[in-house]
């Protein structure tokens, strides 16, 4: 099974409009989901803060800012 992982963080509009993109997607195509808070670590921090939310696919960062379903269909079928 796929692994989607949401990079996000608390009271950023982005993310929220991101998993509801993602929640949508994933009623139509099974796959494993972890959302990480990268709030308060600072690597994560470092990595992510200025481009959130990311959006990964096995590990593969495949989206950031926004998450185009069609797009996040394509890369779970691939």
Do not use: K, N, Q, W
């Amino acid at each position: 099974m796929r692994r989607v992982t949401l990079y996000r963080a608390d009271g950023c509009h982005l993310c929220e409009s991101a998993e509801r993109v993602v929640a949508d997607v994933r009623a139509e195509v099974p796959f494993d989901l972890e959302t990480v808070d990268i709030t308060g670590d600072p690597e994560l921090e470092r990595r992510f803060r200025e481009r959130i939310p990311v959006v990964a696919v096995d590990g593969e960062e495949a989206f950031t800012y926004f998450v185009h379903p069609d797009g996040l269909r394509r890369r779970l079928a691939g």
